[in-house]
């Protein structure tokens, strides 16, 4: 970003170069795509209809969503095929699931019970129309899903509903091989791609004509797809990346497109300088010093190795040196990378667009869209 431009920033705040986004986009397309396999980026990283938009003229097929109000949110911003990821349970969930279908082409949903299939397919029957849903299948990340050993008999049970027409499968694997926590991002993707596929056929075999077998986060999308047994990945950060993606081996520094700015406001004594951000700017859903990664700070400070940032209250950051003393005074502009941009992009009203000759703000219009 130019020099001349920090002095115009509303910090704390992120800026996104548009140009590495652009990059992101065109690189997991490409890379996808050679393989024969459908692109459906998560939405959950940018949570604005601008870049899913960018997706979409990439090559993308559609877009996920963990919510239905994240979908409408999307489909006011012209996406028109979606899927929410995420079991639709809940009178209320559903009421928006119906209404949404009526403005989008194709709206997919999710179930992974048969008690959640049959309030689906009641509610469908109700309304007179038919839904189209994907079984989500737990591949190890022990999170919502049905048991990989229950799935095909949940299939058939499903198939047999009137008003629902169950399409396929999906799963988020996450870093799981061989039921284990894993650094190798390959082996877990390569296993995510065989496990669905193989479960894929059984299911054909027993009757259930499903067409989509859906997979892959960022760091196993690419190795998933590979396999040629899935027909779609919806991989979501690698649109800015962070740092947690490099420590996992699925992206590189240079390709990080997010960065943060924050602004000393205090610094009470040499030892530590107090920025315009705390717990309500950057996340905490990371825990420092643990294995395997033993991150040392919620956000790494640019082109300085030695400041950290350990220790935060709501509006407040406390920013030490391993040294013993920050150098930093007030009125000082830091620039931080985030360890997890998805939660960072959430935790703001807006961003800025770096677009080399110009810098724009943005709405995070699908922020706090929970339901």
Not at 151 to 163: F, R, S, T, W, Y
Not at 226 to 239: A, D, Q, S
């Amino acid at each position: 970003m130019k020099e001349e431009w920090l002095k115009t920033l509303e910090t704390p705040c992120l800026v996104i170069d548009m140009k590495k986004a652009h990059k992101n986009i065109d690189n997991m397309q490409q890379k996808v795509a050679a393989y024969g396999c459908n692109l459906r980026p998560h939405i959950k990283t940018h949570k604005m209809p601008l870049f899913a938009r960018m997706q979409l003229e990439a090559g993308a097929c559609g877009i996920s969503c963990a919510k239905i109000s994240e979908a409408e949110v999307m489909a006011a911003g012209g996406c028109e095929d979606i899927f929410v990821a995420y079991p639709m349970v809940g009178e209320f969930r559903i009421k928006r699931a119906l209404a949404l279908t009526k403005r989008v082409k194709r709206l997919i949903l999710a179930v992974d019970s048969m008690e959640s299939a049959r309030q689906l397919n009641q509610a469908a029957l109700t309304a007179g129309v038919d839904l189209e849903v994907r079984l989500e299948v737990d591949t190890g990340a022990r999170r919502s899903g049905v048991v990989r050993e229950k799935a095909v008999d949940l299939a058939v049970e499903i198939h047999k509903l009137k008003n629902l027409k169950l399409t396929g499968i999906y799963t988020f694997k996450s870093l799981i091989y061989q039921n284990q926590p894993t650094e190798d991002i390959y082996a877990a993707g390569a296993e995510e791609g065989s496990l669905m596929g193989e479960l894929a056929q059984v299911i054909r075999e027993a009757g259930v004509p499903i067409t989509d077998v859906s997979a892959g986060s960022t760091p196993t999308a690419v190795e998933a797809a590979k396999t040629g047994l899935v027909n779609e990945v919806r991989p979501g950060t690698y649109i800015f990346n962070d740092k947690m993606l490099c420590y996992e081996g699925a992206a590189d520094p240079e390709d990080i497109a997010v960065r943060y700015y924050a602004t000393v406001v205090s610094t009470p004594c040499e030892e530590y300088a107090v920025i315009d951000g705390g717990t309500k700017t950057f996340p905490m859903d990371i825990i420092l010093d643990i294995p395997p990664y033993f991150y040392s700070t919620y956000a790494e400070v640019e082109e300085n190795n030695d400041l950290q940032l350990r220790r935060m209250n709501e509006e407040h950051g406390i920013l030490t040196g391993k040294s013993g003393k920050t150098g930093l005074k007030v009125g000082d502009i830091v620039s931080m990378i985030p360890i997890h941009v998805c939660t960072a992009i959430n935790m703001q009203n807006q961003v800025y667009l770096d677009y080399g000759d110009f810098l724009q703000k943005e709405q995070v219009a699908a922020r706090g869209m929970l339901i």
